[in-house]
């Protein structure tokens, strides 16, 4: 079983619209969570860490479900400039390694 | 500015040749890392480091080797042995002892076959 699943999407949806992504995780012991949003060619940057309160960023809000295990990332009122690949990150509970998703495709379309 | 410096951006590798990567950080950060990505496919760790001198192999260390003499640099070697380099290879690094904190990348090298 793989440490982190995500759907691989690709999402399509218009500009305006909300749009949610999940992601799984297989161990329950992982301590951190983290969005990145990844352009193509290029490489991962930041989008927000997942606290397990919830936390928002603008129209970015990142939630955390243990109970579930999965962590899910929603964007409100989407913009064109948001299509990109959202990869789901897990920090194992040493802090040593960390665990991708293969990614969740986002294309926002006028 | 501070940040992760990679390069080449671009690496052409023939048959039989080694070719070294280089990643570079002035962020003062312990741990560094080196991923593999392949398209549709999501970071696999190669190597990591958690202080200079020392390193660990990841889940796709075949093929490949590292060094950590600085604590700021953190080079990888893609062997003759790896018969598939053709990908986008990123490096990163972690401030460790504050916490978890997210990884931050270098903006990559696409290796590929001559």
């Known amino acids: 079983r793989k440490e982190v699943e995500q759907d691989p999407g690709p999402f399509n949806v218009p500009e305006g619209a909300t749009v949610a992504f999940n992601c799984t995780y297989s161990?329950?012991?992982?301590?951190?969570f983290f969005w990145y949003r990844q352009d193509c060619r290029k490489e991962p940057k930041l989008l927000m860490s997942v606290y397990s309160s919830g936390n928002e960023d603008g129209r970015f809000t990142a939630q955390l479900n243990r109970a579930s295990q999965y962590i899910s990332l929603l964007i409100r009122d989407s913009k064109l400039s948001d299509s990109a690949t959202y990869l789901c990150?897990?920090?194992?509970?040493?802090?040593?390694?960390?665990?991708f998703g293969t990614g969740t495709s986002l294309t926002v379309i006028p | 500015d501070g940040g992760i410096t990679q390069s080449p951006k671009y690496l052409f590798r023939k048959e039989g040749q080694n070719v070294t990567l280089s990643c570079e950080q002035n962020l003062n950060h312990d741990a560094m890392y080196w991923y593999r990505q392949d398209p549709g496919q999501g970071l696999r760790l190669i190597y990591y480091s958690q202080i200079v001198n020392d390193f660990q192999k990841g889940d796709i260390a075949e093929g490949y080797s590292v060094s950590r003499e600085k604590k700021e640099s953190f080079p990888l070697t893609v062997t003759s042995a790896q018969k598939n380099p053709t990908a986008f290879y990123l490096c990163?690094?972690?401030?460790?002892?504050?916490?978890?904190?997210?990884?931050?990348f270098g903006d990559g090298t696409r290796l590929s076959i001559l």
């Open positions: 990163a690094s972690i401030h460790q002892g504050s916490g978890h904190q997210p990884q931050h």
């Open positions: 161990n329950s012991a992982s301590q951190s």
């Open positions: 990150v897990v920090n194992s509970l040493t802090g040593n390694q960390f665990y």
